[in-house]
């Protein structure tokens, strides 16, 4: 979730990721409208939003390849941690504080007189993932947050070290990281088999559960796979957007057998992970977005950290204040959204970002 580098607007580097990271948040907020709202969009192409979550995947596999190409770029500096993190808790921590506090004193305040101190602590410290009576109890969202910063602290220490190595060993270390994976999600389907589906989903979704679209997305930089004009990235999209529909057919027969089965703990969300890949290399592959047209898109692009931290505030705030509720109470809910991301990414993210760049380090 966090920011391409600062590159000249128009290359395809930065107008596809943006665009693509766009889409993921927006997909996220319209899963939530149509899983948390009473619409009922059975029959219809928003249907498809219900597949919305991978939005959260896609966010992983982004991550991997610009904090790859991020640490790739700095690894040999002396700066290297201090630059690293710096940028890092400057893009990530001040906008989710900052929706946290607001959600707590907003929305939902139960978790300030419950456990207070394990709920402030293990959210300030961004470990709330870990623990089933925290991972979703201020602004649910942001789960993914502390997953985020485990990746993070993955690419800090290895990345570095990956970039001298040849391309079959990086292909081996993938190799064996997505065995990991899968072991991972195997002994924990099997250990918690017969028990709440809520803890097994728990398990499923920690760091090593989910390492494998971060390290997809790794692999594309390590790789410098870009480029191939618009014919490959129509080709990519394409492919993506089949898998897409393979993922939400399979997910909407077996969703409620989910934990039931092997198969579908084990190997579905490496079937998304390649998803997001295929997305992730489309993006790459587009040309400048040059025309007007892809304004819109590419704000939503940059301020898609905001859209994905305030839309579930946006979305209960207006399910109490919102005279009108099924559908007429979604596009209340996506215009409160991109005015708060607009706001916080103006005031908050983009001052937090400049002070960052000012103190990088040679």
């Known amino acids: 979730m966090t920011p391409p580098e600062v590159v000249p607007r128009g290359s395809n580097w930065f107008d596809g990721l943006e665009m693509l990271r766009g889409l993921a948040a927006v997909s996220v907020m319209l899963f939530h409208c149509t899983g948390l709202m009473p619409v ?46 710096r940028a890092r808790f400057a893009r990530i921590v001040p906008l989710y504080y900052l929706t946290s506090v607001v959600f707590l004193l907003l929305v939902d305040p139960d978790p300030l007189f419950r456990d207070t101190a394990f709920q402030l602590a293990t959210h300030g410290l961004f470990f709330h993932h870990m623990f089933e009576s925290t991972a979703f109890s201020i602004n649910g969202v942001t789960w993914s947050l502390g997953v985020e910063m ?39 389907w099997r250990a918690l088999q017969g028990g709440p589906d809520a803890t097994l989903s728990h398990w499923l979704s920690q760091a090593p559960a989910l390492f494998d679209s971060f390290a997809l997305g790794a692999l594309v930089r390590l790789f410098r796979i870009r480029g191939g004009g618009s014919g490959r990235a129509a080709a990519y999209a394409t492919a993506a957007f089949i898998l897409l529909v393979a993922i939400f057919l399979l997910y909407d027969t077996y969703a409620a057998r989910y934990f039931q089965s092997a198969p579908m703990a084990v190997l579905f969300r490496t079937l998304v992970a390649m998803c997001g890949g295929l ?84």
């Open 40 to 85: 009922d969009a059975t029959g219809t192409s928003i249907s498809l939003m219900r597949a919305g979550w991978i939005g959260v995947d896609l966010f992983f596999v982004i991550s991997g390849y610009v904090i790859t190409d991020s640490a790739l770029r700095q690894g040999g500096t002396a700066a290297y941690g201090a630059n690293f993190w």
């Open 150 to 188: 485990q990746f993070y602290l993955v690419a800090f220490l290895l990345v570095p070290w990956l970039g001298r190595w040849s391309r079959g060993a990086t292909i081996a270390a993938f190799v064996a990281a997505l065995a990991g994976v899968l072991a991972w999600r195997w002994f924990a």
């Open 279 to 362: 997305a992730l290399l489309a993006a790459l592959s587009a040309p400048p977005a040059a025309s007007p047209a892809w304004r819109p898109f590419l704000y939503l692009g940059s301020i898609s950290y905001g859209i994905y931290l305030w839309h579930l505030f946006a979305l209960y705030t207006v399910q109490q204040l919102w005279p009108w509720q099924e559908w007429a109470a979604v596009p209340a809910v996506i215009g409160l959204t991109i005015l708060l991301a607009g706001a916080s990414h103006r005031w908050v993210e983009e001052p937090c970002m400049r002070w960052a760049r000012r103190r990088r380090a040679a």
